[in-house]
């Protein structure tokens, strides 16, 4: 049984993530998330090459391709019980090429979500913080997500 914080979570979840994208179709869910890709592409590359800016691009990267790996689940990849740390660019690599991952990884997560059926859509992944998610939560998920924290970079 979920605890109290298990079920706000859960919660908040529902309202931020799943309710906004209720009955829209992949394509329409695509141009969403491409639109905010191209927002999100915007402000990183108008960011001030520093420390803190590359490990905010690099958080951002490592979220996008665990929430794959997460959504690849309704096409019958195997559930990784893990964490995002293991998707993060390595804290070697310099901001310019930060800033590529991020443009592939988010067409590569436009591809995807194109090519999701409405059964797969409605499909449910658990989110290590916000629990059961389906895939139309997973992707306002990461287009919040990504939004959100870009908009701290200065």
Excluded: C
């Amino acid at each position: 049984m979920p605890t109290l914080r298990e079920r706000a979570f859960y919660t908040f979840a529902g309202f931020m993530f799943e309710r906004p994208n209720k009955g829209q179709s992949a394509d329409a869910l695509a141009d969403m998330l491409e639109r905010a890709g191209e927002s999100t592409l915007k402000r990183i590359a108008e960011a001030p090459e520093t420390a803190a800016s590359e490990r905010l691009i690099a958080h951002v990267v490592g979220i996008e391709r665990w929430s794959l790996s997460r959504m690849r689940v309704a096409q019958g990849a195997p559930l990784l019980e893990d964490e995002y740390d293991g998707y993060r660019p390595d804290h070697t690599v310099a901001q310019p090429e930060l800033i590529a991952l991020f443009d592939a990884v988010r067409r590569e997560s436009v591809a995807l979500v194109r090519s999701l059926s409405p059964e797969e859509l409605a499909v449910t992944v658990p989110h290590n913080a916000y629990g059961p998610l389906t895939l139309r939560g997973w992707i306002g998920y990461i287009r919040g997500h990504a939004s959100a924290e870009t908009l701290t970079l200065r």
